[in-house]
T-cell receptor, first 115, second 121 residues
Framework: AQSVTQLDSQVPVFEEAPVELRCNYSSSVSVYLFWYVQYPNQGLQLLLKYLSGSTLVKGINGFEAEFNKSQTSFHLRKPSVHISDTAEYFCAVSDQGGSNYKLTFGKGTLLTVNP | DTGVSQDPRHKITKRGQNVTFRCDPISEHNRLYWYRQTLGQGPEFLTY????????KSRLLSDRFSAERPKGSFSTLEIQRTEQGDSAMYLC???????????????????FGPGTRLTVL
């Protein structure tokens, strides 16, 4: 079984400040890692993913994340946020060796960017 | 490519009624997933289809829930005798997964629809 813990349910920041959203996971098998963003009344959009290779992954909208296997973490970062980044962010994992690739999500972190 | 669509976007029903939701995946995507998202939680996996075959169901999917994907295209999710605890956002996602030599499937991104928000009064 897999689980994902997003350590902060809400993160308020000011515009142009850096931000880090934290994610830890637990799994007995190797996993793929993902960050999704959900804007109000919309579905989920993939921000970035780690499948293999370099542990620093760059995604859309200036976001990046770093996979740390020893700490089982996959924290999301952005050096300078905009008002438009206000949204709910979900960390998710999927079993690498499985055939179904179903996603297990964390509870989400609400990022609020204030002017 | 018009993306994944879901219908209706909102559904309000009374406890005990049956409801049915529809998901139209991206054309030619062979996999289709259903997730449920309750308030303040992340989405939870319900079931998935490989073409028309339903290959896995979560224990969250009680016997009041049934999903179909006839002909491997659109899918429907029906909830019978709705309960207030069924109130949630129901999300559909699709992906194109390729069968590799050896029988494994390659990973490909799941594209999500906008969801159907169900309110049971």
């Amino acid at each position: 079984a897999q689980s994902v813990t997003q350590l902060d349910s809400q993160v308020p920041v000011f515009e142009e400040a850096p931000v880090e959203l934290r994610c830890n996971y637990s799994s007995s098998v190797s996993v793929y890692l993902f960050w999704y963003v959900q804007y109000p009344n919309q579905g989920l959009q993939l921000l970035l993913k780690y499948l293999s290779g370099s542990t620093l992954v760059k995604g859309i909208n200036g976001f990046e994340a770093e996979f740390n296997k020893s700490q089982t973490s996959f924290h999301l970062r952005k050096p300078s946020v905009h008002i438009s980044d206000t949204a709910e962010y979900f960390c998710a994992v999927s079993d690498q060796g499985g055939s179904n690739y179903k996603l297990t999500f964390g509870k989400g972190t609400l990022l609020t960017v204030n002017p | 490519d018009t993306g994944v669509s879901q219908d209706p976007r909102h559904k309000i029903t009374k406890r005990g009624q049956n409801v049915t939701f529809r998901c139209d995946p991206i054309s030619e995507h062979n996999r289709l997933y259903w997730y449920r998202q309750t308030l303040g939680q992340g989405p939870e996996f319900l079931t998935y289809f490989q073409n028309e075959a339903q290959l896995e169901k979560s224990r969250l999917l009680s016997d009041r829930f049934s999903a179909e994907r006839p002909k491997g295209s659109f899918s429907t999710l029906e909830i019978q005798r709705t309960e207030q605890g069924d109130s949630a956002m129901y999300l559909c996602a699709s992906s194109l997964d390729l069968l590799l030599a050896g029988g494994a499937y390659s990973y490909n991104e799941q594209f999500f629809g906008p969801g159907t928000r169900l309110t049971v009064l």
